[in-house]
């Protein structure tokens, strides 16, 4: 039986696939690190400082997507009154 190297929880949020564009993602990310490199790096706390950067990274999201709508909305009822 062949024994795996079980990753580090630094590896584990390092291997996180964070797109260059997602500015606060990898802020979260980045916090999160620097938390373990500070020897936070208990698994469950690690969860607990990603949770709640994320609700409010989650609330912006639907704030502004809720917004878009609305002005989508507008422009579409705009553009069929000058249709």
């Known amino acids: 039986m062949s024994e795996e190297a079980v990753p580090t929880v630094a ?3 390092e291997s996180w696939n964070v797109p260059a564009e997602a500015i606060v993602a990898a802020r979260i990310r980045n916090n999160i690190l620097v938390a373990i490199e500070r020897g936070y790096d208990d698994p469950q ?7 709640g950067p994320l609700v409010m ?3 912006q999201l639907e704030v502004d997507l809720a917004d878009a709508r609305r002005r989508i909305a507008e422009l579409e ?4 009154a000058k249709g």
Do not use: I, K, P, Q
């Open 77 to 80: 009822r705009v553009v069929e």
């Open 45 to 51: 706390l690690v969860a607990d400082l990603a949770v």
């Open 11 to 13: 590896e584990v949020v």
């Open 57 to 59: 990274a989650l609330g």
